[in-house]
């Protein structure tokens, strides 16, 4: 279709959608509450539905002698939309409701599409007039321009309780009617059943935080979290901004074929090694696992490369953050402080789950506060700023006692580890999952094992406890 046969089929839909506003109250509504002003390509048009809506906002009845008043009174432009007599004609092209409704899409695709032309166009003027000093920056910005075009094809309207509840009691009947599902998990399986007992499952649209200090096992955990979703068949985002992705995939062969993590650096393997290796890699070769391992990434390039792969992958089904205390704004240096910066990861990242549809969790580290205590840690250990705990959905800990051991503990324990333990599950490190914030279910604490050696966290049946 050429340019101008586009205008000519765009100008008789909007005289079909203005002859609806003119002639029908029933589509008044429906079409006020779809389209706007600017919808509108033809001038004329855009006077003559703002013209309607204003009388619709004044309760005043809307019909050819009241827009024509409204136009020539109150807006002083009767003559800009061709007088009288265009009104009059605008409303003798309604032929029904059902016809408006159809031009109302065409209406609403050409806005979209000029739109989406006009933001590309500024896109590539920008980059001719202005001085980009930070080309990925740019790019990201007009990524997110285009995408805040196109993610408008639906506005999101109210919907009954009588929906919403219809909906939840069929998933109710559906999760009733499943034997193979996991009773206590509605959502994305954690693959632990004591942890599923309290989370009931990564939830959709929910910002879940992961912290712990450093060599405590985030990373590890997160790895074993992100396999045990990719092994249901879900699909997966692992951002990794302190891992490249070669290590990412050693750690997850180790845990995988339970193959000691230094033997896979070394390339010292046995025979039986290469047989669990092969089985590992015929596992991982059918999991929807999708690594970005590039450091020190802004929150835009995340949320952009997200989207991006949502687009292309619908299926992705849950994001992993590796770690939040390396993602910047766009905030220059010293501009604003990390705290509030990091308030506004945290409630980007919230919104990012909402617009995905999908559960994001985010690792972040915890202050030293509960080390120089050696306590258990507590949500206002969270570090940074209080908003990471106001915008989460759920905020796990990840808590080892042979961690807050005085130091010297700490060496003759490593010494004593160290000597004959080289088998995959020989160092056995009891670790507590402590649920400290759950929006929608109970807080409470899970013992899992971290076998140090492989990387792997093994659940113990019996470990849910301390439910609140």
Same mark, same amino acid.
């Given at each position: 279709?050429?340019?101008?046969?586009?205008?000519?089929?765009?100008?008789?839909?909007?005289?079909? !959608?203005?002859?609806?506003?003119?002639?029908?109250?029933?589509?008044? *509504?429906?079409?006020?509450?779809?389209?706007? =002003?600017?919808?509108?390509?033809?001038?004329?048009?855009?006077? /003559?539905?703002?013209?309607?809506?204003?009388?619709?906002?004044?309760?005043? =009845? !809307?019909?050819? #002698?009241?827009?024509?008043?409204?136009?020539?009174?109150?807006?002083?432009?009767?003559?800009?939309?061709?007088?009288?007599?265009?009104?009059?004609?605008?409303?003798?092209?309604?032929?029904?409701?059902?016809?408006?409704?159809?031009?109302?899409?065409?209406?609403?695709?050409?806005?979209?599409?000029?739109?989406?032309?006009?933001?590309?166009?500024?896109?590539?003027?920008?980059?001719?007039?202005?001085?980009?000093? *930070?080309?990925?920056?740019?790019?990201?910005?007009?990524?997110?321009?285009?995408?805040?075009?196109?993610?408008?094809?639906? /506005?999101?309207?109210? !919907?009954?309780?009588?929906?919403?509840?219809?909906?939840?009691?069929?998933?109710?009947?559906?999760?009733?009617?499943?034997?193979?599902?996991?009773?206590?998990?509605?959502?994305?399986?954690?693959?632990?059943?004591?942890?599923?007992?309290?989370?009931?499952?990564?939830?959709?649209?929910?910002?879940?935080?992961?912290?712990?200090?450093?060599? !405590?096992?985030?990373?590890?955990?997160? @790895?074993?979290?992100?396999?045990?979703?990719?092994?249901?068949?879900?699909?997966?985002?692992?951002?990794?901004?302190?891992? *490249?992705?070669?290590?990412?995939?050693?750690?997850?062969?180790?845990?995988?074929?339970?193959?000691?993590?230094?033997?896979?650096?070394?390339?010292?393997?046995?025979?039986?090694?290469?047989?669990?290796?092969?089985?590992?890699?015929?596992?991982?070769?059918?999991?929807?696992?999708?690594?970005?391992?590039?450091?020190?990434?802004?929150?835009? *390039?995340?949320?952009?490369?997200?989207?991006?792969?949502?687009?292309?992958? #619908?299926?992705?089904?849950?994001?992993?953050?590796?770690?939040?205390?390396?993602?910047?704004?766009?905030?220059?240096?010293?501009? /604003?402080?990390?705290?509030?910066?990091?308030?506004?990861?945290?409630?980007?990242?919230?919104?990012?789950?909402?617009?995905?549809?999908?559960?994001?969790?985010?690792?972040?580290?915890?202050?030293?506060?509960?080390?120089?205590?050696?306590?258990?840690?507590?949500?206002?250990?969270?570090? =940074?700023?209080?908003?990471?705990?106001?915008?989460?959905?759920?905020?796990?800990? @990840?808590?080892?006692?042979?961690?807050?051991?005085?130091?010297?503990?700490?060496?003759?324990?490593?010494?004593?580890?160290?000597?004959?333990?080289?088998? #995959?599950?020989?160092?056995?490190?009891?670790?507590?999952?402590?649920?400290?914030?759950?929006?929608?279910?109970?807080?409470?604490?899970?013992?899992?094992?971290?076998?140090?050696?492989?990387?792997?966290?093994?659940?113990?049946?019996?470990?849910?406890?301390?439910?609140?």
């Amino acid at each position: 279709m050429s340019n101008q046969e586009f205008y000519n089929n765009t100008f008789e839909a909007e005289q079909a !959608v203005l002859g609806a506003l003119l002639k029908s109250k029933d589509a008044r *509504d429906e079409i006020t509450t779809s389209l706007t =002003d600017d919808d509108f390509l033809d001038k004329r048009h855009q006077l /003559v539905f703002k013209a309607v809506f204003s009388l619709m906002s004044l309760g005043i =009845d !809307v019909d050819v #002698p009241s827009v024509v008043d409204q136009l020539n009174t109150s807006m002083k432009a009767l003559d800009k939309v061709g007088g009288v007599q265009y009104i009059y004609e605008l409303g003798e092209t309604y032929i029904g409701d059902t016809n408006a409704f159809y031009h109302v899409r065409i209406i609403k695709d050409a806005s979209l599409s000029r739109k989406l032309i006009n933001t590309m166009q500024g896109c590539i003027d920008g980059f001719k007039k202005e001085k980009i000093l *930070d080309v990925s920056q740019y790019i990201a910005e007009c990524e997110n321009k285009i995408l805040g075009v196109t993610q408008n094809r639906r /506005v999101a309207e109210f !919907v009954s309780a009588q929906e919403v509840v219809s909906k939840v009691t069929n998933k109710l009947k559906i999760a009733q009617n499943d034997e193979n599902k996991n009773k206590f998990c509605i959502g994305i399986t954690t693959g632990y059943n004591t942890l599923d007992r309290y989370t009931q499952g990564w939830q959709k649209g929910n910002l879940v935080i992961l912290a712990a200090r450093p060599s !405590v096992g985030k990373t590890a955990l997160a @790895i074993n979290l992100m396999y045990n979703a990719a092994s249901e068949g879900k699909t997966v985002a692992f951002f990794s901004l302190e891992m *490249d992705a070669e290590s990412i995939c050693r750690r997850l062969i180790s845990a995988v074929a339970g193959i000691n993590s230094t033997y896979l650096s070394t390339g010292n393997l046995q025979s039986d090694d290469w047989m669990a290796l092969e089985v590992a890699r015929t596992k991982l070769s059918k999991a929807k696992i999708f690594i970005d391992d590039t450091s020190a990434q802004k929150l835009n *390039d995340i949320r952009t490369k997200a989207k991006k792969l949502k687009a292309s992958h #619908p299926d992705l089904s849950v994001i992993f953050i590796d770690y939040l205390g390396l993602i910047t704004t766009n905030a220059k240096l010293g501009e /604003v402080s990390r705290s509030i910066e990091v308030g506004e990861i945290s409630r980007s990242l919230k919104s990012l789950a909402r617009e995905l549809d999908i559960p994001v969790i985010c690792l972040s580290q915890l202050s030293r506060a509960n080390e120089k205590s050696a306590r258990q840690p507590i949500l206002s250990d969270l570090r =940074d700023s209080g908003s990471i705990e106001q915008d989460a959905d759920q905020v796990l800990f @990840i808590h080892r006692d042979d961690y807050q051991k005085p130091e010297k503990q700490q060496e003759e324990q490593k010494v004593n580890a160290n000597q004959d333990s080289d088998g #995959p599950f020989d160092v056995d490190r009891p670790t507590k999952i402590i649920v400290a914030k759950n929006r929608n279910g109970k807080v409470g604490t899970v013992e899992l094992h971290f076998m140090v050696n492989i990387g792997r966290f093994v659940e113990i049946e019996s470990s849910a406890d301390q439910g609140e």
